[in-house]
């Protein structure tokens, strides 16, 4: 069986292009619509979609994990390429480009990207991204039967996001400095 999984799909940047577009559009429409509610319509947006990029955050690496002891080229190799690819497409990046457009845009109405929470929230989710880049680039390797990690540096990395999103959603609700 041939192992490699071949998404028929636009390429990444035209898919970021639309999702930022989509995503910008929405925004429009929301200030346009809800005059005096808007902030509170855009910040369930941003927890909708910071909750749809964590669950893929922390699913991700449960799938690298499995996908270690597989053989290369079996059935079930074929079946967590094409699950985490998905997953990566689907959820991951357009819930990454939502969370950034809204989380920006209550910064700067609201908060004129002052507060030190809101820099040292701004530093975490620079290093969340950051994995988020290396889990995407991660799924090519994968793709590619290229992985160069074992099953239980996946196991230790999957902890990565989840502390991350601990320290994130202190600094936001608690706002301690
Ligand atoms: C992607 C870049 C992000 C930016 C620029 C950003 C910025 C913001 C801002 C300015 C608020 C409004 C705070 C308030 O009204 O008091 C907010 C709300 C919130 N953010 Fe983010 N955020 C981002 C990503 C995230 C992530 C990754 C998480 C969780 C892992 C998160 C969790 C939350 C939560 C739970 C709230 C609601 C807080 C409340 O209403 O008390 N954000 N965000």
């Given at each position: 069986m041939n192992?490699?999984?071949?998404?028929?799909?636009?390429?990444?940047?035209?898919?970021?292009?639309?999702?930022?577009?989509?995503?910008?559009?929405?925004l429009a429409a929301v200030i346009a619509t809800t005059?005096?509610?808007?902030?509170?319509?855009?910040k369930s947006l941003h927890v909708v979609a910071i909750i749809s990029w964590m669950a893929g955050m922390l699913y991700l690496p449960r799938l690298f994990v499995n996908h270690c002891s597989v053989a290369v080229g079996s059935p079930e190799s074929v079946l967590l390429k094409g699950m985490e690819q998905r997953l990566l497409r689907i959820i991951l990046n357009p819930?990454?480009?939502?969370?950034?457009?809204?989380?920006?845009?209550?910064?700067?109405?609201?908060?004129?990207?002052?507060g030190g929470w809101l820099h040292g929230k701004l530093a975490l989710v620079l290093v969340l991204s950051g994995v988020h880049g290396h889990l995407s680039a991660s799924v090519r390797a994968f793709?590619?039967?290229?992985?160069?990690?074992?099953?239980?540096?996946?196991?230790?990395?999957?902890?990565?996001?989840?502390?991350?999103?601990?320290?994130?959603?202190?600094?936001?609700?608690?706002?301690?400095?």
């Amino acid at each position: 069986m041939n192992s490699a999984y071949r998404p028929r799909a636009a390429s990444p940047a035209v898919r970021a292009a639309i999702a930022i577009a989509v995503t910008v559009a929405i925004l429009a429409a929301v200030i346009a619509t809800t005059p005096g509610q808007a902030y509170l319509w855009i910040k369930s947006l941003h927890v909708v979609a910071i909750i749809s990029w964590m669950a893929g955050m922390l699913y991700l690496p449960r799938l690298f994990v499995n996908h270690c002891s597989v053989a290369v080229g079996s059935p079930e190799s074929v079946l967590l390429k094409g699950m985490e690819q998905r997953l990566l497409r689907i959820i991951l990046n357009p819930a990454m480009i939502i969370a950034w457009v809204t989380g920006l845009w209550m910064a700067w109405s609201v908060f004129g990207f002052h507060g030190g929470w809101l820099h040292g929230k701004l530093a975490l989710v620079l290093v969340l991204s950051g994995v988020h880049g290396h889990l995407s680039a991660s799924v090519r390797a994968f793709a590619e039967d290229r992985n160069r990690y074992s099953e239980r540096t996946w196991r230790v990395l999957n902890e990565v996001p989840a502390l991350l999103m601990i320290g994130i959603v202190v600094l936001v609700i608690v706002k301690p400095f």
